[in-house]
């Protein structure tokens, strides 16, 4: 069974500061998705990363994956208060046939 | 598009009555997903569809859960009956190949009194 797991589950972080998110999974991967989601809403999808090393950038966002490693990065550069939400990874892969198997989530709160 | 559509937004009823979610998905997406959001479990894979056919059904937490896609257009998932525990947000979701994102509706928030 595929596993995803992101960490860490919650992150506060001050405005103008840097931090990554990590998500790992646990068998091979051919997609790997993020999401945000914010309180009482949908889920936004934001990067698609689709091959080892594939790297995507939108505004202060930067999203990698190591399929090697099974692992894939958000990094936030300068936070900024309009990013505080949740972030979900998510992956499929051809074993697990074309579901989506969602990591549980890491709760961004950047504060003033 | 409209992207996808569910309804109701919200639904609050008695334990024990029939509930049904609807979704239409985007057109010309060939998968459909239905998700259930709690604080507790996360997200979670209900059931999800290719073409119109269910694929994968093990998420289905009991027989009091059943979905349809009688169409490539339309969806629904009924419990019957309804009971508290069920309570969570539910959404549904489409996409249209094997190499890109799944979209979501915007989710039918479930409420068993």
């Known amino acids: 069974e595929l596993k995803v797991e992101q960490n860490p589950l919650f992150l506060s972080m001050q405005e103008g500061k840097n931090y990554t998110i990590y998500c790992n999974y646990s068998?091979?991967?051919?997609?790997l998705y993020w999401y945000r989601q914010d309180p009482g809403k949908s889920l936004e999808s934001l990067f698609v990363?689709?091959?080892?090393?594939a790297v995507k950038q939108e505004g202060r966002l930067m999203a990698s994956l190591d399929t090697k490693a099974r692992l894939s990065t958000l990094h936030i550069t300068a936070a900024v208060h309009d990013l505080s939400a949740t972030y979900f990874c998510?992956?499929?892969?051809?074993?697990?046939?074309?579901?989506?198997?969602f990591g549980e989530g890491t709760q961004l709160t950047v504060n003033p | 598009d409209a992207g996808v559509i569910q309804s109701p937004r919200h639904e609050v009823t008695e334990m024990g009555q029939e509930v049904t979610l609807r979704c239409k998905p985007i057109?010309?997406?060939?998968?459909l997903f239905w998700y259930r959001q709690t604080m507790m479990r996360g997200l979670e894979l209900l059931i999800y569809?290719?073409?119109?056919?269910?694929?994968?059904d093990s998420g289905m937490p009991e027989d009091r859960f059943s979905a349809k896609m009688p169409n490539a257009s339309f969806s629904t998932l009924k419990i019957q009956p309804s009971e508290p525990r069920d309570s969570a947000v539910y959404f549904c979701?489409?996409?249209?190949?094997?190499?890109?994102?799944?979209?979501f509706g915007q989710g039918t928030r479930l409420t068993v009194v």
């Open positions: 979701a489409s996409r249209n190949s094997l190499n890109t994102e799944a979209f």
């Open positions: 068998t091979t991967s051919d997609r």
């Open positions: 990363l689709l091959s080892n090393g």
């Open positions: 998510a992956v499929d892969s051809r074993t697990s046939g074309s579901r989506l198997t």
């Open positions: 057109s010309g997406h060939d998968y």
């Open positions: 569809f290719n073409n119109n056919v269910p694929i994968d």
